[in-house]
T-cell receptor
Framework: SQQGEEDPQALSIQEGENATMNCSYK?????LQWYRQNSGRGLVHLIL?????REKHSGRLRVTLDTSKKSSSLLITASRAADTASYFC??????????FGQGTRLTINP | DAGVTQSPTHLIKTRGQQVTLRCSPK?????VSWYQQALGQGPQFIFQ???????QRGNFPDRFSGHQFPNYSSELNVNALLLGDSALYLC?????????????FGPGTRLTVT
């Protein structure tokens, strides 16, 4: 069974708009990581946020973590066509075993 | 600096056959994890190798086995293939067994079982 659940399952926005994806999980974690996957190929690591962190930024990405609600969000600002991909959150429950959600399919329309 | 590499890229096998997939970790990484990703799903953890030993295992049958070599590269073996084994198999590498290390994924091997 999978730990995380992403919401929404699919998101379609216009280029230039912001995209927000949410992730919920069930158990205590050491960290939470977000990944991007293009066309069913390898996963690209986007950002890691530790359980004692609340917010982290990387370029156009902003990730928040609320351990009391067991949830995280990924915000992509000023979206581009190249951001079209599936986005996954993965929780690290210890010793680097990652538990993934089912992902959000993001489509950026030109 | 080479990233994680996997071979082959695609593979077609028949039910009942055996398959071996290969992974070379990113330079400087010593831990390799394997994941199975069915179509439309998120990756699922199969097992992890560190210091040539299986350290953790997910909910996969014994038909799935692996190996890590002294140069940290790894193999995933699947015996008695089933149609349900058709998936993208992803290898990820990282450093040590720490809890807060990023994992870098390879491009995957697409296995089709007919």
């Amino acid at each position: 069974s999978q730990q995380g659940e992403e919401d929404p399952q699919a998101l379609s926005i216009q280029e230039g708009e912001n995209a927000t994806m949410n992730c919920s999980y069930k158990t205590s974690i050491n960290n939470l990581q977000w990944y991007r996957q293009n066309s069913g190929r390898g996963l690209v690591h986007l950002i890691l946020i530790r359980s004692n962190e609340r917010e982290k930024h990387s370029g156009r990405l902003r990730v928040t973590l609320d351990t009391s609600k067991k949830s995280s969000s990924l915000l992509i600002t000023a979206s581009r066509a190249a951001d079209t991909a599936s986005y996954f959150c993965a929780t690290n429950q210890g010793a680097q075993k990652l538990v993934f959600g089912q992902g959000t399919r993001l489509t950026i329309n030109p | 600096d080479a990233g994680v590499t996997q071979s082959p890229t695609h593979l077609i096998k028949t039910r009942g056959q055996q398959v071996t997939l290969r992974c070379s970790p990113k330079s400087g990484h010593d831990t390799v994890s394997w994941y199975q990703q069915a179509l439309g799903q998120g990756p699922q953890f199969i097992f992890q190798y560190y210091e040539e030993e299986e350290r953790q295992r997910g909910n996969f049958p014994d038909r799935f086995s692996g190996h890590q070599f002294p140069n940290y590269s790894s193999e995933l073996n699947v015996n008695a293939l089933l149609l349900g084994d058709s998936a993208l198999y992803l290898c990820a590498s990282s450093v040590g067994a720490g809890h807060n290390n990023e994992q870098y994924f390879g491009p995957g091997t697409r296995l089709t079982v007919t």
